[in-house]
């Protein structure tokens, strides 16, 4: 097979940019998987010998089967790809090592393993870093890991001691949300994305990847779920971000006043309480603030949140919050933007 670079995603737009992380976010079926093995990895691999790490999020995903999907991948557009030589009584470790003819080709890291040990899986003279499939589905009991965005930063800062120049970061995801801890961590406006554009900062360049026509009607001729199912069209095709759709996101409307502060994975959020409120309008607004009185409660839900005026929601201010609760499970809360509800929506599982 030929990988048609004119259909199908590939790399090249996100690596005119200079940012070291690169991130393609879009529908199901543009190809930045196999663009990623295919079109990037393995034809780096046998043009300068460097390897590669391959990021997965647990140690559980490192399979025979997940390994071979890889190889198998590449084989579809190479003749002759040589067998991956790796230990199976490793995976249990997070730390894996695949090679071709005795060269280490990836090393597949599990973020779910300490720090130190994530530092400790430098490899010498490595060419890039790879995380397929980043983004997660909540809704269907997905989690991220603990303190996942600072992690990432602090494997990068270690490894690209070993790279030749800029060591550059490659993320690949679906749109379940644009909510995730990378795009947090690197401070990515999640507002000022926009279909087929490349946002950056001088960080990261996300790329909203769209179908080609071409794909779109090959797509809808193959698949039934694209023509009949306008949900599941939406996102695998349109590419849109499912599980944001129905958040209230506004700005701070008049006659609101600062009620609650919470702190929440080191930021405060303040909770507006509506002072007009009708049946049908809003009763509180929430949005992440940085200025407030000093006199102030910071309310949290766990113990390493804690700093100098913060408290740990007792019972009896569980059951003083009851009304923001409420609201919020009525949908009369509306937010700054999605992260802020993504937070919030933390918060109430905790009150």
Sequence with gaps: MKLDQKIYFNWRRLDGYPQPFKFAVGPREPGKTTSS?????????????????????????????????????????????????????????????????????????????????????????????FFDEYIIDKRSGEKYIANEGFKIKEAYTTWRREANGILNMYF????????????IELGVNVAELKKGEVWTNDLIAVEWVVLSPELREKLLRENPFYKFDEDYNTYALEGEAINDRNI????????????????????????????????????FFCKFITDFSKYRTIYCYEFEELVERAVVMSLDERIRLQKFKE?????????????????????????
């Design 172 to 183: 690949a995801g679906n749109p379940y949300s644009l909510h995730n801890p990378l795009f």
């Design 248 to 283: 209230m996101i506004e700005e701070l409307p008049q006659n609101y006043s600062l009620r609650f502060i919470f702190k929440a994975q080191n930021k405060y959020i303040g909770v507006f309480k509506n002072n007009v409120y009708t049946e049908s309008g809003n009763r």
């Design 327 to 351: 609201a919020f499970r009525e949908r009369k809360v509306a937010f700054e933007d999605i992260n802020c509800y993504y937070y919030c929506e933390e918060i109430y599982k905790n009150i």
């Design 37 to 129: 093995w295919a079109g990037k990895i393995y034809p780096r691999f046998l043009k300068y010998h460097k390897p590669w790490i391959y990021f997965v999020r647990q140690a559980v995903e490192i399979t025979e089967a997940s390994i071979e999907s890889i190889r198998g991948t590449i084989a579809k557009f190479y003749e002759d790809v040589p067998e991956f030589q790796y230990n199976k009584g490793t995976f249990k470790e997070g730390i894996v090592d695949i090679k071709i003819n005795g060269e280490i080709f990836i090393r597949i890291v599990s973020l779910s393993i300490p720090l130190r040990r994530i530092k400790l899986a430098v490899l010498q003279n490595l060419d890039g870093v």
